[in-house]
């Protein structure tokens, strides 16, 4: 899990594995 995935909630949308 890259930092930006828990500063980007849209990003944890896109991609949940990460």
């Not at 890259?2 to 990460?18: A, E, W, Y």
């Amino acid at each position: 899990a890259d930092p930006l995935t828990f500063g980007n909630p849209i990003r944890l949308t896109v991609n949940p594995s990460k």
